[in-house]
């Protein structure tokens, strides 16, 4: 089983048309399934993607061969082009940085808050909460796509799942490994 967790329903939207997701709830949470694939909207932040993860944990049983993947867009700078699917190593949160897979070169910096200047080389708002959540299993796996280049008023629901939509077959194959 994957177990996908995203921020937005739009980034969940690309997982539920090419793979024909039945949308369920459960404990206030949007879950997204198929016999493969389990997606769950975590809402934006480190709060509410830890929560997110720590109930995939809890409310179903996993085998060794699952895999846990958070899912989302990101800002970077302009090194990165818009589009571009990062497969991130490392967490940077509040001054620390956290290993998740030592094979991937990206890192990216988690903050709190909608970031509008170009003050990181990555950033997102979600990564270090999945990344608590899940930091003692293993076959866990970040990937963001750059949407933005610190202008976060630009991106839209609809553009936001067609970055995703355009990568998801490079997740699962990457995660398929």
């Known amino acids: 089983m994957l177990y996908i ?19 369920t709830s459960s404990d206030g949470y ?19 993607a830890k929560k997110a993860a720590t109930f995939l944990l809890k409310k ?19 090194s990165h082009k818009i589009g571009t699917l990062l497969n991130i ?28 200047k170009d003050q990181y080389e990555i950033v997102d708002m979600e990564s270090f909460g999945f990344y608590e959540a899940l930091k003692e299993k293993q076959n866990c796996f970040i990937f963001k796509v750059v949407s933005d280049h610190f202008e976060p ?6 553009g936001t799942k067609k970055l995703i939509l355009n990568v998801v077959d490079e997740i699962i194959k990457e995660v398929a490994r």
């Open 30 to 48: 949007t879950i997204f399934e198929n016999e493969n694939f389990r997606v769950i909207v975590s809402g934006v932040g480190v709060k509410s």
């Open 153 to 158: 008023n630009r991106v839209t629901k609809d």
């Open 89 to 116: 190593g490392s967490i940077i949160y509040r001054g620390a940085s956290h290993t998740l897979n030592k094979s991937s070169l990206h890192s990216i910096t988690c903050t709190n808050e909608e970031i509008s």
């Open 5 to 23: 967790v995203t921020a937005l329903k739009s980034e969940a939207q690309a997982f539920v048309e090419k793979y024909s997701l039945t949308k």
């Open 60 to 78: 179903f049983s996993h085998s060794s061969e699952d895999r846990f993947i958070n899912v989302g867009i990101c800002g970077a700078n302009k």
